[in-house]
C-alpha cells in the first residue's frame, strides 16, 4: 500500500479512515480530524512553560472534585474524530484514551500551525458543545476567550498584558500574563 504523507507548517497528515486510526499506536502524539491522522512536531519550551504555568493555575481555581489535564484527547461520543487540546477542564472520569463528555475548558497554546488552532479546532470544539476556549498566543502575547452561544463562540474577553482574571462558566481564574509568556 503506497501512502502519501502531506506537510503543512509543523504538521504531518497521513490519510486514514476512523477505524484504522483507532487501532493506530499511540507512541506518537496524535490527533484525527478531516480523514487523517495528524501529527505535529514537539511543542517549544515557551509553550512548554505556559501549559505548565497555566495548569497549576487552573488547578488551584479549579471546581471542587474537577479534573484538568493536560495534552489528553477529547472524541465526544459519535464525532469519529479526536483532537488534543493542552488543556482541559472537566468532571473526573475513569476514561483512559480520550475523555468522551464535554469538558468545561478547552485551552490551546497556539503553535506555528496558527490555522490548526484557530480555524480547525475552534471550529470542532464549537460543534462538540465546549462551553468555554480560551486561545493562548505566545506569539502575540495574547489571551483570547471564548464562549459557546447558539453554537458558535463569541470572544468574552481579549488580554495582552498585566493581572487579569480569565473566566470559564462561574469559575475566576487570575493570570499575571507578564509572567505567563515570561
Same mark, same amino acid.
Given at each position: 500500500?503506497?501512502?502519501?504523507?502531506?506537510?503543512?507548517?509543523? !504538521? $504531518?497528515?497521513?490519510?486514514?479512515?476512523?477505524?484504522?486510526? !483507532?487501532?493506530?499506536?499511540?507512541?506518537?502524539?496524535?490527533?484525527?480530524?478531516?480523514?487523517?491522522?495528524?501529527?505535529?512536531? $514537539?511543542?517549544?519550551?515557551?509553550?512548554?512553560?505556559?501549559?505548565?504555568? !497555566?495548569?497549576?493555575?487552573?488547578?488551584?481555581?479549579?471546581?471542587?472534585?474537577?479534573?484538568?489535564? $493536560?495534552?489528553?484527547?477529547?472524541?465526544?461520543?459519535?464525532?469519529?474524530?479526536?483532537?488534543?487540546?493542552?488543556?482541559?477542564?472537566?468532571?473526573?472520569?475513569?476514561?483512559?484514551?480520550?475523555?468522551?463528555?464535554?469538558?468545561?475548558?478547552?485551552?490551546?497554546?497556539?503553535?506555528?500551525?496558527?490555522?490548526?488552532?484557530?480555524?480547525?479546532?475552534? $471550529?470542532?470544539?464549537?460543534?462538540?458543545?465546549?462551553?468555554?476556549?480560551?486561545?493562548?498566543?505566545?506569539?502575540?502575547?495574547?489571551?483570547?476567550?471564548?464562549?459557546?452561544?447558539?453554537?458558535?463562540?463569541?470572544?468574552?474577553?481579549?488580554?495582552?498584558?498585566?493581572?487579569?482574571?480569565?473566566?470559564?462558566?462561574?469559575?475566576?481564574?487570575?493570570?499575571?500574563?507578564?509572567?505567563?509568556?515570561?
Amino acid at each position: 500500500m503506497t501512502v502519501a504523507i502531506t506537510r503543512s507548517d509543523d !504538521l $504531518q497528515r497521513l490519510p486514514m479512515s476512523w477505524e484504522q486510526y !483507532l487501532t493506530y499506536d499511540d507512541a506518537v502524539p496524535s490527533e484525527y480530524y478531516g480523514g487523517a491522522l495528524v501529527v505535529a512536531a $514537539q511543542p517549544s519550551q515557551l509553550h512548554q512553560h505556559i501549559q505548565f504555568r !497555566l495548569t497549576t493555575l487552573l488547578h488551584a481555581h479549579a471546581p471542587a472534585g474537577a479534573a484538568v489535564t $493536560q495534552g489528553w484527547a477529547w472524541s465526544p461520543d459519535g464525532a469519529r474524530e479526536e483532537l488534543g487540546p493542552d488543556l482541559m477542564v472537566h468532571e473526573p472520569t475513569t476514561e483512559q484514551r480520550a475523555l468522551r463528555s464535554i469538558p468545561f475548558l478547552v485551552v490551546e497554546i497556539v503553535s506555528t500551525n496558527r490555522s490548526a488552532d484557530l480555524v480547525a479546532k475552534l $471550529q470542532r470544539y464549537a460543534a462538540w458543545g465546549a462551553p468555554s476556549y480560551w486561545i493562548v498566543d505566545p506569539r502575540d502575547h495574547a489571551v483570547t476567550t471564548l464562549v459557546l452561544r447558539d453554537g458558535l463562540y463569541e470572544e468574552s474577553g481579549f488580554h495582552t498584558s498585566g493581572a487579569v482574571v480569565l473566566t470559564y462558566g462561574d469559575i475566576e481564574v487570575p493570570v499575571d500574563l507578564d509572567a505567563l509568556f515570561g
